[in-house]
């Protein structure tokens, strides 16, 4: 009993002092969390809050995979509650939304690295779990293409088996086309990431495509975040909305 006391005690003490520290976060950035400043925020003192957390990294550290763990979570069920059409717009509003509602925590993971602080592999590991999500909203964002191209195709030449484009830049006549530089360069690089996606086996052509989306879609996103659209007189998520366009037509 005593332990599981000890325990609960332990465990509120930790959440308390995180949110301390995401309120720090808010006011003065990554530079200003401070466990000792922390500690006097809760009416500890620093070494009594050191005995919860080793050091001002491991805080960090809790921070951002709290951080990461909630932004794919957020992701996954975005997709999950899409239908299949729909799942890349709904994977890409859900993180402009996700990022907007808490922008201190977007920028903690996708700002400004802070200095000399080296993230743990189970920040990597979450964030490949990210990463399969997108493969799969892209994935289907290339089967509805698919069909579409195929389903003009058809009409035009009287079949499906005409030999028009296909979803994926090939012809019926010339087969698939080579990989650009960066889709080769992306298979090599990221050979692991195919058992991420579940029955099936990603290759450069979708991770290309993924990574020009999560790039695109953070460019337009941290502009946001930080504000740099203010003084310019126009909507933000309507660019937002414009480039989601774009990149479900493959431009």
């Given at each position: 009993m005593a332990t599981a006391r000890r325990e609960r005690y332990r465990k509120q003490t930790r959440e308390e002092a995180k949110a301390v520290a995401l309120a720090q976060l808010a006011e003065s950035g990554t530079a200003g969390i401070s466990v000792n400043a922390i500690a006097k925020a809760m009416g500890m003192t620093?070494?009594?809050l050191y005995r919860?957390?080793?050091?001002?990294?491991?805080?960090?550290?809790e921070l951002i995979t709290d951080t990461y763990r909630d932004l794919a979570e957020t992701l996954a069920q975005a997709v999950a509650d899409a239908a299949p059409a729909d799942r890349f717009r709904a994977m890409a509003r859900?993180?402009?939304?996700?990022?907007?509602?808490?922008?201190?925590?977007?920028?903690?993971?996708?700002?400004t690295p802070v200095p000399g602080y080296h993230a743990?592999?189970?920040?990597?590991?979450?964030?490949?779990?990210?990463?399969?999500t997108i493969f799969e909203a892209c994935s289907a964002v290339g089967d509805s293409v698919g069909d579409s191209v195929g389903d003009s195709v058809g009409d035009a030449d009287g079949g499906a088996d005409g030999g028009g484009a296909t979803a994926h830049g090939a012809t019926a006549s010339h087969g698939p086309q080579p990989l650009t530089e960066l889709e080769a360069e992306l298979a090599r690089h990221l050979e692991g990431v195919d058992s991420w996606v579940p029955g099936e086996q990603p290759g450069g052509e979708l991770k290309g495509r993924a990574l020009r989306t999560w790039t695109r879609l953070h460019g337009v996103i941290s502009l946001?975040?930080?504000?740099?659209?203010?003084?310019?007189?126009?909507?933000?998520?309507?660019?937002?909305?414009?480039?989601?366009?774009?990149?479900?037509?493959?431009?």
């Open positions: 620093g070494p009594a919860y957390f080793a050091s001002r990294d491991e805080l960090l550290t859900a993180l402009r939304d996700w990022a907007k509602r808490q922008p201190d925590r977007y920028l903690l993971i996708y700002g743990p592999p189970e920040t990597a590991e979450i964030a490949a779990g990210m990463m399969r946001d975040v930080q504000g740099q659209f203010a003084g310019m007189g126009f909507d933000p998520s309507v660019l937002f909305e414009a480039e989601i366009d774009a990149l479900v037509r493959g431009g």
